[in-house]
């Protein structure tokens, strides 16, 4: 049996993360989606434009590459006019498994449910939990979002393209 010398230093241990400021991979992941809208806008400018309904194949996708690609562009604005805050840049943590995994499982309970809730319900519904679960807290934005985002989706598929849910 032996005895440790207390004043032994333990060994350190190297924790290997990858330290980026936080603006600076936002706008990364902007610009990789920007292509990746382009790439599919691309695509969808290759589909017929018209048919007897009047709105073609390439209609839908191209109002969604379109409001996509505003809304990235917008979003870099923002982020270069952006003042930096007083608050530390983060670490980029990338283990979330559990995370993921519930994700993954609210994702496919709704879409299991989603004949029996209905789309409106069914889309608050994942919205909140995919929100709760991504760590959004405040109430205000959780009971107001899903709505409005269901909604939303509704009126453009309803009164935009006059596709209706049975």
């Known amino acids: 049996m032996s005895i440790k010398n207390a004043d032994a230093e333990a060994p350190e241990v190297e924790n290997k993360t ?3 400021r936080k603006k600076w991979l936002e706008l990364a992941v902007y610009f990789v989606l920007l292509a990746a809208t382009a ?24 109002l969604v590459a379109t409001l996509i690609g505003i809304s990235l562009l917008l ?5 270069f006019l952006s ?3 007083q608050e530390s840049d983060s670490l980029v ?10 994700s993954m499982m ?17 889309i608050t519904l994942l919205a909140f939990l995919l929100m709760k679960l991504g760590g959004e ?5 959780l009971l107001t979002l899903p709505p ?11 009164l935009v393209l006059g596709v209706y849910f049975d």
């Open 93 to 102: 943590e990338i283990s979330r498994p559990v995370q993921v995994l519930l």
């Open 137 to 141: 807290n405040r109430y205000s934005l």
């Open 39 to 62: 790439l599919y806008a691309n695509d969808a400018l290759k589909l017929p434009s018209y048919s007897s309904s009047g709105i073609g194949a390439s209609g839908f996708p191209l």
């Open 106 to 122: 609210v994702m496919v309970a709704v879409v299991l449910a989603l004949e029996w809730v209905g789309l409106i319900v069914g």
């Open 75 to 79: 979003l870099i604005i923002v982020s």
């Open 83 to 85: 003042k930096p805050s």
């Open 148 to 158: 409005l985002l269901a909604l939303g989706i509704y009126a453009i598929f309803v």
């Open 18 to 20: 990858l330290t980026v």
